[in-house]
């Protein structure tokens, strides 16, 4: 059974730095790709970014340039590097991988 937890989240001004992890057990994570998603309050959760098994990343457009998805297989975690945060991008973020979700976690970016 695949298990995913989030982990990384918090408070942090705008223009500030975050890193989430995802930490997988369960499964064969390097096999598999492996997805960051978002819900603010009041909004439909979204696709954040994408990393394949072979490392292809994809982006929200809005994230392009300030947000990076990474992972180290010999870890089975995944990680979001997120940069120059904004007031909009308050979300509990969540980690998708093998059809499994997370239970997420919380960053709050204040202006």
């Known amino acids: 059974q695949v298990q995913l937890v989030e982990s990384g989240g918090g408070l942090v001004q705008a223009g500030g730095s975050l890193r989430l992890s995802c930490a997988a057990s369960g499964s064969i994570f390097s096999i598999n790709s492996m997805a960051w998603y978002r819900q603010a309050p009041g909004k439909q959760r979204e696709l954040v970014a994408t990393?394949?098994?072979?490392?292809?990343?994809t982006y929200l457009d809005s994230v392009k340039g300030r947000f990076t998805i990474s992972r180290d297989n010999a870890k089975n975690t995944g990680y979001l590097q997120m940069n120059s945060l904004k007031a909009e991008d308050t979300a509990v973020y969540y980690c998708r991988s093998s059809g499994t979700w997370g239970k997420g976690t919380l960053v709050t970016v204040s202006s």
């Open positions: 990393i394949g098994s072979g490392s292809t990343t």
